[in-house]
């Protein structure tokens, strides 16, 4: 929601992204809370009074006097006051770069963009965690008894949704053997439903049309209204607990990561297919899920001619 004390310039930008770029509201709310705070901090800095967060004052010439160096500062008292993680801050940049770039090349209000200088910090690799085969079993036999959550973890591990993706699906995106999911930047893409999948659609949906429900969703809690993604986190974390699993490190966002990583694994699928069936825009965001894991190790180290011999 645009505040009356935003900054006129910053607004103009959202609305860019909102009608232009088809951007969701929380990326929007990412953007303005990041390009906001930055301009907080050089308030401060410049001891410039800052008054009920009015930054109407904030117009292009206040811009175009931000240096690089003023920047860095930011990114700096991101990490030692603010604590923020390596993606945070990273974030931030992007957030920062983007909008400078639109004052340039959209708005044609700056001559030079400096922020194409604008370094991000290095990220630590990580490998995403995910369930193992068994572990996945295990919690698909615990939510057997309720077909709607049954068709929420199927589908979870099935078809590798963002948590947001199921939680804003619609009966009619469902057509026989094809779901249709609205992604990131309102970008759609086709998923073929396993047999799996396809089932616990049917059972969930034979059950939610004994109902009148005020709504076309998909997944609906217990007083007819679409399901949220909060009640999702829950229902997954209620089953990780009951399947003995940790219910601290395994999230609804795990089991996206396990159904790409068992898809990789079992299927040998193309990357290219793997970045289509998760919404990916970038392949290299993909390769996280083409790890090597610890059998292809194992089985890599004991090709070596000499693991058996003994003596």
Same mark, same amino acid.
Not at 94 to 99: G, L, P, T
Not at 171 to 180: A, F, T, Y
């Given at each position: ?15 860019? &992204?909102? +009608? ?6 929380? @990326? ?6 990041? =390009? ?11 001891? %410039? ?13 206040? %811009?175009?006097?931000?240096? *690089? #160096?003023?920047?860095?500062?930011? /990114? ?28 340039? @090349?959209?708005?044609?209000? =700056?001559?030079?963009? $400096? ?18 085969? !068994? !572990?996945?079993?295990?919690? &698909? ?10 068709? $929420? ?15 804003? *699906?619609? /009966? ?8 249709? +999911? ?8 086709? %998923?073929? *439903? ?25 997944? %609906? ?49 193309? $990357? ?13 965001? @993909? ?9 292809? &190790?194992?089985?890599?180290? #004991? ?9």
């Amino acid at each position: 929601m645009q505040s009356n004390t935003t900054c006129p310039l910053l607004e103009q930008y959202l609305g860019y &992204l909102t +009608v232009i770029k088809g951007r969701s509201d929380n @990326t929007i709310l990412e953007y303005r809370t990041d =390009i906001l705070s930055f301009f907080k901090f050089i308030l401060q800095a410049r001891n %410039i009074p800052f008054v009920d967060k009015n930054f109407q004052d904030i117009d292009i010439e206040f %811009i175009k006097s931000i240096n *690089l #160096n003023d920047m860095y500062a930011y /990114i700096a008292y991101c990490q030692s006051t603010l604590k923020s993680s390596a993606g945070t801050r990273a974030r931030k940049i992007v957030s920062i770069r983007q909008f400078w770039k639109y004052l340039k @090349t959209k708005a044609h209000l =700056i001559d030079n963009n $400096i922020t194409e200088e604008l370094e991000t910090p290095k990220m630590p690799k990580r490998i995403p965690k995910y369930l193992t085969l !068994e !572990e996945s079993v295990r919690l &698909l036999i615990e939510c057997e008894p309720s077909p709607r959550d049954h068709c $929420i973890i199927t589908i979870f591990l099935n078809c590798a949704l963002r948590l947001s993706e199921l939680a804003s *699906l619609n /009966i009619d995106q469902v057509n026989n053997d094809i779901l249709s +999911v609205i992604g990131k930047g309102n970008k759609e893409r086709k %998923i073929f *439903l396993t047999p799996a999948a396809k089932k616990s659609i049917i059972t969930c949906l034979q059950i939610r049309n004994t109902f009148t429900v005020p709504t076309k969703a998909l997944f %609906i809690s217990r007083n007819k209204q679409r399901i949220t993604t909060r009640a999702l986190q829950d229902v997954v974390k209620k089953y990780v607990k009951l399947a003995g699993l940790d219910s601290n490190t395994i999230s609804a966002h795990k089991l996206r990561h396990t159904s790409a990583k068992l898809i990789y694994k079992y299927g040998r699928v193309d $990357i290219r297919f793997l970045q289509q069936i998760l919404g990916h825009e970038s392949v290299a965001t @993909t390769e996280i899920y083409t790890d090597i894991d610890e059998s292809q &190790l194992q089985a890599a180290v #004991n090709s070596n001619p000499l693991a058996m011999m003994f003596n």
